[in-house]
């Protein structure tokens, strides 16, 4: 019995939904881990974590509120226009990232940003943090 386009459209619809819920949530937990992950000292790495559409956002911030900035992070990844295939940037500027991420920290262990995407079941590409 063949199912009439209406309602592959109907499935299509409903899947494409559960994507893009799906991509929402990793990326809030995400966002909230790797935030929370962030070693602190002025409170200003842990408030230039930035979200980016389809494109990394390499702005930075004088911020230490990081709790202002996670609210408007959760925001955007809740409330910005995205589908299947969009991409979810997040992204930490400041020029001591690496680093950081690399074990210079005494507070935050050696590749913090992945054991946040491993738990968030997050993929990151290789070499890209």
Known sequence: MAYSNERELDIEDELNNY???????????FL????????????RF???????FNSPDSSTTGAVNFSAVLAK??????FNPINVNSV???????PYAVP?????????????V???ARR??????????
């Open 100 to 112: 950081l991420n690399s074990g210079t920290s005494k507070q935050a262990p050696q590749f913090f």
């Open 73 to 78: 992070n959760e925001a955007e990844v809740k």
């Open 46 to 52: 842990r408030s230039n974590w930035t979200v980016g």
């Open 120 to 129: 968030a079941e997050v993929n990151i590409n290789s070499g890209t943090l």
């Open 32 to 43: 909230r881990l790797i935030t929370f992950a962030s070693p602190v000292d002025t409170g």
């Open 114 to 116: 992945e054991t946040a």
């Open 19 to 29: 994507v893009v819920d799906a991509m929402r949530s990793a990326g809030l937990d």
């Open 88 to 94: 979810i940037w997040f992204s930490n500027n400041l």
